[in-house]
């Protein structure tokens, strides 16, 4: 409760009060983080497959890093193995491994040839990947049940109805309609 407390100057009510708080805009959050992460799965899978081939996650070394080909041997491990259907391996994939493949290392293998073909219009994929690290390291935050009171929270609705809108207006539109991360961030108390 320390940073709770800190911020509550050591009142144990006021300090609850913005736990409360912390832990319900962190579920909103996760909300909207589950269909971001979603749909930008699904994205790069289909531009992946479409642009490059249908089994382009088990092309070997001369595509993925050798973490990245680790990390897709867990996943398939999680899918029930060699038999698991490829849907089910790109369920497991984690949203760390799709941000990986926006990195500098995957500009001409991925990027330029298929993944840039996931978005709604021009991209640039550095811009991209730092959004998306910012959004991953605020999903991790909350995953892990730690504070996120002292973040930008604005700031990350913004980013992540932005990246949601570059990827499908669509997406960007289901998050606008069903999110509640702008009306909490609006009650955080002490902000009235």
Do not use: C
């Not at 971001?36 to 642009?51: M, S």
């Not at 369920?91 to 073909?117: I, K, M, Q, T, V």
Request: charge should be positive.
């Amino acid at each position: 409760m320390a940073p709770y407390l800190a911020l509550s100057t050591d009142s144990w009510d006021r300090a609850v009060e913005l736990y409360d708080w912390n832990t319900s805009v962190s579920a909103a959050f996760f909300e909207s983080l589950h269909y971001l992460e979603v749909g930008l799965r699904n994205a790069l899978d289909q531009a992946a497959t479409e642009h490059l081939t249908p089994d382009w996650l088990e092309r070997g070394p001369g595509l993925l890093s050798r973490r990245s080909r680790h990390v897709v041997s867990l996943a398939r491990g999680r899918a029930g193995g060699l038999g698991a259907s490829h849907g089910k391996v790109i369920a497991e994939l984690p949203f760390g491994f799709w941000w990986s493949l926006l990195a500098d290392e995957y500009n001409r293998r991925l990027w330029a040839p298929a993944l840039r073909h996931a978005f709604a219009g021009p991209v640039r994929r550095r811009t991209l990947h730092a959004e998306l690290d910012e959004l991953r390291r605020l999903r991790n935050r909350i995953a892990h049940h730690e504070p996120v009171h002292e973040r930008d929270l604005a700031r990350d609705d913004a980013r992540l109805l932005d990246v949601a809108e570059r990827i499908s207006p669509e997406l960007g539109h289901h998050i606008t309609r069903t999110s509640r991360t702008s009306h909490l961030i609006r009650t955080r108390p002490g902000a009235r």
